[in-house]
C-alpha cells in the first residue's frame, strides 16, 4: 500500500513563528503536493514539485515555501505564520503519467 | 483561472440513492475523479473518468459525465450510513495528477 505520512496530526503555533510541515512518501513516487483544505473552499494548492529540488507554484503560494532536497520528502515552510495560515493541510503524491494522487492524513494547524 | 463547482450540502435516507453534481470550467480536462474524505482523514480516491467516457460504473458508484454541458455526476445507489463524507469532484489535464478540487460536497446519510 501507499503511504503518505505527515509528521504531525495536530500543531498549535504563535504568530510570527516559523513553522514547518513535513510529508514523506514511501513509494519512489515523482510528483508530490501540498494543498490547504478550508470549509466552502475546498482544497488549494500552495506548492508542487515534479522531481528533486524542483518545485512550482500552486494557486496560493503567498506566505509559504518548500523544499524538497530528497526525492521522498516535501516540507511546505511557513515562515512567519499568521492566523489566517490557520486550516488544514494536506499532502499528497503520485507518479509522473499516473492518474491517481495519494494524500496523507493531514495536519491541522492553528496559529494563536 | 479554473474553476470547478459543487453544492455544499446533500441530505438523503439510508437505501435511497444519492447524486452529487458537480460543473467545471476547462475544456481541455482530461481525467475527472471522485474523492471522499471521513471525518478525520485524508482523501481517497473512489473512482475517476477519462473525458472521452460518458459513463463508468463500479458496484455502487456510477459516474456520468456531459462534457458538453461540463457536468459531472456521482450517484451512489443503496446508500449506507458509512457513505457520510465529503465527496470532492476534481479534474485533471495533461494526465498526471495535479488536481484543481472543487468546494467538496457534504452527503450526510439518514436513518
Known amino acids: 500500500d501507499v503511504k503518505v505520512t505527515q509528521s504531525s496530526r495536530y500543531l498549535v503555533k504563535r504568530t510570527g513563528e516559523k513553522v514547518f510541515l513535513e510529508c514523506v512518501q514511501d513509494m519512489d513516487h515523482e510528483n508530490m503536493f501540498w494543498y490547504r483544505q478550508d470549509p466552502g473552499l475546498g482544497l488549494r494548492l500552495i506548492y508542487f514539485?515534479?522531481?528533486?529540488?524542483?518545485?512550482e507554484k500552486g494557486d496560493i503560494p503567498e506566505g509559504y515555501s518548500v523544499s524538497r532536497e530528497k526525492k521522498e520528502r516535501f516540507s511546505l515552510i511557513l515562515e512567519s505564520a499568521s492566523t489566517n495560515q490557520t486550516s488544514m493541510y494536506l499532502c499528497a503524491s503520485g507518479t509522473h503519467r499516473g492518474t491517481e494522487a495519494f494524500f496523507g492524513q493531514g495536519t491541522r494547524l492553528t496559529v494563536v | 483561472g479554473e474553476d470547478v463547482e459543487q453544492s455544499l450540502f446533500l441530505s438523503v435516507r439510508e437505501g435511497d440513492s444519492s447524486v452529487i453534481n458537480c460543473t467545471y470550467t476547462?475544456?481541455?480536462?482530461?481525467?475527472l475523479y471522485w474523492y471522499k474524505q471521513e471525518p478525520g482523514a485524508g482523501l481517497q480516491l473512489l473512482t475517476y473518468?477519462?473525458?472521452?467516457?460518458d459513463m463508468k460504473q463500479d458496484q455502487r458508484l456510477t459516474v456520468l459525465l456531459n462534457k458538453k454541458d461540463k457536468h459531472l455526476s456521482l450517484r451512489i445507489a443503496d446508500t449506507q450510513t458509512g457513505d457520510s463524507a465529503i465527496y470532492f469532484c476534481?479534474?485533471?489535464?495533461?494526465?498526471?495528477?495535479?488536481?484543481?478540487f472543487g468546494t467538496g460536497t457534504q452527503l450526510k446519510v439518514e436513518l
Open positions: 514539485s515534479y522531481d528533486v529540488k524542483m518545485k
Open positions: 476534481a479534474d485533471s489535464t495533461g494526465g498526471g495528477n495535479k488536481l484543481t
Open positions: 476547462d475544456s481541455s480536462s482530461t481525467y
Open positions: 473518468i477519462f473525458s472521452n467516457m
